[in-house]
T-cell receptor, first 111, second 113 residues
Framework: QQPVQSPQAVILREGEDAVINCSSS?????VHWYRQKHGEAPVFLMI?????EQKGHDKISASFNEKKQQSSLYLTASQLSYSGTYFCGTAEETSGSRLTFGEGTQLTVNP | GAVVSQHPSRVICKSGTSVKIECRSLDFQATTMFWYRQFPKQSLMLMATSNEGSKATYEQGVEKDKFLINHASLTLSTLTVTSAHPEDSSFYICSASGGDTQYFGPGTRLTVL
């Protein structure tokens, strides 16, 4: 099932913070976050696993709620380079490494 | 590390021809590779999952005879779009995984005239 991302779009000024959410109707095994710039491939940001492990960027953090149905990506002190579309990809216990991606959140950081 | 290449980056072909797209993991062995399709301003739609040495698993609605996938080695997978039509025009992206994480190639922009 496709996860639901919110908000659909957000506009920030450089230095401001943002939170992007990703929700599923089922408990997840893992959540993966990617950023995609126009015409380019998605770039891996972070993975959160059911067991609590996290792997990813130093400057970007994320959380996985207790029920393992919602993840939030925290972007603090945003930079111009943070602009792009953020996708969460989710995997259920039985789906192996196969991911289902949300519709994306378009983030624009202005000077 | 975790670099995935894709070739060609852009291809324009006539309706009815076949197009082959290569996906390579350059610095790791990918036990699983994935093929996605993305329309403008839309999400990544998984087309198929391929494991080295075995037949690809296609998502519902994806014609396996039209989108041929070969995963001959741990570093190479190919997608062949057979008898391409204008509606097949899209951005095709592969990803490779050696564990929990998928790393994406730069994508191939296919335009069918």
């Amino acid at each position: 099932q496709q996860p639901v991302q919110s908000p659909q779009a957000v506009i920030l000024r450089e230095g401001e913070d943002a939170v992007i959410n990703c929700s599923s109707s089922k408990a997840l095994y893992s959540v993966h976050w990617y950023r995609q710039k126009h015409g380019e491939a998605p770039v891996f940001l972070m993975i959160l696993l059911k067991g609590g492990e996290q792997k990813g960027h130093d400057k970007i953090s994320a959380s996985f709620n207790e029920k393992k149905q919602q993840s939030s990506l925290y972007l603090t002190a945003s930079q111009l380079s943070y602009s792009g579309t953020y996708f969460c990809g989710t995997a259920e216990e039985t789906s192996g490494s196969r991911l289902t991606f949300g519709e994306g959140t378009q983030l624009t950081v202005n000077p | 590390g975790a670099v995935v290449s894709q070739h060609p980056s852009r291809v324009i072909c006539k309706s009815g021809t076949s197009v082959k797209i290569e996906c390579r993991s350059l610095d790791f062995q990918a036990t699983t590779m994935f093929w996605y399709r993305q329309f403008p301003k839309q999400s990544l739609m998984l087309m198929a999952t391929s494991n080295e040495g075995s037949k690809a698993t296609y998502e519902q609605g994806v014609e396996k005879d039209k989108f041929l996938i070969n995963h001959a080695s741990l570093t190479l997978s190919t997608l062949t779009v057979t008898s391409a039509h204008p509606e097949d025009s899209s951005f095709y992206i592969c990803s490779a995984s050696g564990g929990d994480t998928q790393y994406f190639g730069p994508g191939t922009r296919l335009t069918v005239l």
